[in-house]
């Protein structure tokens, strides 16, 4: 049974930083690739990063490319996503979700948490 | 980026009727790389559908799914309470990753 805890949201100024984590656990963590997908408030869902089964490659939304970043403990079976920069309108819920496998050809999202907010705002 | 145009916007039916939400690609994406999710308010999305007509584990018989290149739909055969909530189609023939803009199912 895929379980996934997202931690890390809050209150942020524009321009600061956050790290959002989430922990894994009812599956091979290092099988499978872990994404980010975003929903800001009232609006739909915007996919935002992905890391693959082995950590060494990742990908990104043009939206956030070069301020987020993606990476992965496989020791603790937990997806961090370092956020830089931040922007009003990366105010969202940030939802983990597993890949259908292991990310290099993305698939479809396992979602289980229950999101993390974050909210950018001065 | 491959852009998802979900219709309609809302559909109001009742509880017992059939609902067809549709989902059209501005590019093919074959007849494999589509899902389909549900939503309802303060929980994160649940997967219905893959590979365009495959049900997720645990999903119920009345959900349904078909199409291919650049037009799909999902098809409730017939509508129970809980089914009232938001559908997304996502398609993931490329990247980046892209999400319909959703269609409401409301209790007419």
């Known amino acids: 049974q895929v379980h996934l805890v997202e931690s890390g949201g809050g209150v942020v100024q524009p321009g600061r930083s956050l790290r959002l984590s989430c922990e894994a656990s009812?599956?091979?963590?290092?099988?499978?690739?872990m994404h980010w997908v975003r929903q800001a408030p009232g609006k739909g869902l915007e996919w935002v990063a992905v890391?693959?089964?082995?950590?060494?490659?990742?990908n990104y939304a043009d939206s956030v490319k070069g301020r987020f970043t993606i990476s992965r403990d496989t020791s603790k079976n937990t997806v961090h996503l370092q956020m830089n920069s931040l922007r009003v309108e990366d105010t969202a819920v940030y939802y983990c979700?597993?890949?259908?496998?292991?990310?290099?050809?993305?698939?479809?999202?396992?979602?289980r948490g229950q999101g993390t907010l974050v909210t950018v705002s001065s | 980026e491959i852009v998802l145009t979900q219709s309609p916007g809302t559909l109001s039916l009742s509880p017992g009727e059939r609902a067809t939400l549709s989902c059209r690609a501005s590019?093919?994406?074959?007849?494999?790389?589509l899902a389909w999710y549900q939503q309802k308010p303060g929980q994160a999305p649940r997967l219905l559908i893959y590979?365009?007509?495959s049900r997720a584990p645990g999903i119920p018989e009345r959900f349904s799914g078909s199409g291919s290149g650049t037009d799909f739909t999902l098809t409730i055969s017939r509508l129970e309470p809980e089914d009232f909530a938001l559908y997304y189609c996502?398609?993931?023939?490329?990247?980046?990753?892209?999400f319909g803009q959703g269609t409401r199912l409301e209790i007419k």
């Open positions: 996502q398609q993931y023939r490329r990247s980046p990753l892209t």
């Open positions: 590019q093919d994406i074959s007849d494999t790389f």
């Open positions: 590979g365009a007509s």
């Open positions: 009812g599956f091979t963590f290092s099988s499978f690739g």
């Open positions: 890391s693959w089964f082995d950590g060494r490659n990742r």
């Open positions: 979700a597993r890949d259908s496998g292991g990310g290099m050809y993305p698939g479809w999202f396992i979602f």
